[in-house]
């Protein structure tokens, strides 16, 4: 029902920025909860930002003081601000929205994109 698509990926050099992007449709953009996900090789897909449907945010404790999460309810979509970045922040990036329904959360996932941090 709800459909994520990112944008922004790419090479980047270590210490470098990059903003992604994430365009939702077929949902109440504003009644969604948003976050940034990561997945590198090997590895599991770990939380990196959430951005509440009131606006609040939660950064995980890997990229934490490093991104801004920020979200855009008149145009539908969310941002990630990535700054410094690190050759261990590598990884394919993923748009999520997440909402509750009878108690339960339902999520939702986009394709992904690829950030490739290298010099």
């Known amino acids: 029902q709800v459909q994520l698509v990112e944008s922004g990926g790419g090479l980047v050099q270590p210490g470098g920025s990059l903003t992604l992007h994430c365009a939702a449709s077929?949902?109440?953009?504003?009644?969604?909860?948003m976050a940034w996900y990561r997945q590198a090789p090997g590895r599991e897909r770990a939380l990196v930002a959430t951005?509440?449907?009131?606006?609040?945010?939660y950064y995980a404790d890997a990229m934490k003081g490093r991104v801004t999460i920020s979200r855009d309810n008149v145009e539908n979509t969310v941002n990630l601000q990535m700054d410094s970045l690190k050759p261990e922040d590598a990884a394919v990036y993923y748009c999520?929205?997440?909402?509750?329904?009878?108690?339960?959360?339902?999520?939702?996932w986009g394709q992904g994109t690829q950030v490739t941090v290298v010099s």
């Open positions: 951005v509440t449907n009131g606006g609040f945010t």
């Open positions: 999520n929205a997440f909402r509750s329904i009878q108690g339960s959360t339902v999520n939702w």
């Open positions: 077929g949902y109440d953009f504003g009644a969604l909860h």
